[in-house]
């Protein structure tokens, strides 16, 4: 069965301490691995897709990793407007579908 | 370029009583997803459309829950009757394809939601 848990499940981050999250997943061929960023009240916002082992994606402050079993979301010298929900997600060949993990909270202080 | 169009934003019903959302994909978006969103989990697929015709419905509580998709644009989700543990978020959700041979076609793009709740 294709399974996803992120880690940790919240996290508190000084204004320009840089973090990763985790995001470990099992799945049957995989397809793709998206993040998402999601805000309180609102929908999840698409940030990046991977592919495959090995590849990365930049946008402003994060940076995301791939590899055969798990995917980082690295949040350099991070601020506050970056606080938000970050949910991950995986496709599999065997059924198409996401599958998400539970996401992690990740509060940055002034 | 407009996003994934929900409404209503917010719901309150008593249980038992009926209730429908509405959603409005990406133009051009051929698949069409309803997610219901539990606090503190992440989105959980519902039902799956392509165009018109349903893709994945297995975890949709067939009993109480119906969708559908009209001349594969605009979609609606109805609970009846509802439930407690129907208070949720329910997510809408487009991509251009999916399932297809083209794996940069099945990013989904979400609306920002109905939240529901069931007293």
């Known amino acids: 069965e294709d399974q996803v848990t992120q880690s940790p499940e919240a996290l508190r981050l000084q204004e320009g301490e840089s973090s990763s999250l985790n995001c470990s997943y099992t799945v049957s061929g995989l397809r793709g691995l998206f993040w998402y960023r999601q805000d309180p009240g609102k929908g999840p916002e698409f940030l990046f897709t991977l592919y495959s082992a090995g590849e990365e994606k930049e946008k402003e402050r994060l940076k995301a990793t791939l590899t055969k079993k798990e995917s980082f979301l690295h949040i350099t010298a991070p601020k506050p407007e970056d606080s938000a929900t970050y949910l991950c997600a995986v496709v599999g060949s065997g059924t198409y579908k996401y599958i998400f993990g539970t996401g992690t909270r990740l509060k940055v202080l002034a | 370029e407009a996003g994934v169009a929900q409404s209503p934003r917010y719901k309150i019903i008593e249980k038992r009583q009926s209730v429908a959302f509405w959603c409005n994909p990406i133009s051009g978006h051929a698949t069409l997803y309803w997610y219901q969103q539990i606090l503190g989990q992440g989105p959980k697929l519902l039902i799956q459309?392509?165009?018109?015709?349903?893709?994945?419905d297995s975890q949709l509580p067939k009993d109480r829950f119906s969708a559908e998709r009209l001349k594969g644009v605009d979609s609606t989700l109805k609970i009846q009757p509802a439930k407690l543990e129907d208070s949720a978020v329910y997510l809408c959700?487009?991509?251009?394809?999916?399932?297809?041979?083209?794996?940069?076609?099945?990013?989904?793009?979400f609306g920002p939601g109905t939240r529901l709740l069931v007293l």
């Open positions: 959700a487009s991509s251009l394809a999916g399932g297809s041979s083209k794996k940069s076609q099945e990013t989904q793009y």
């Open positions: 459309f392509q165009n018109n015709g349903v893709v994945d």
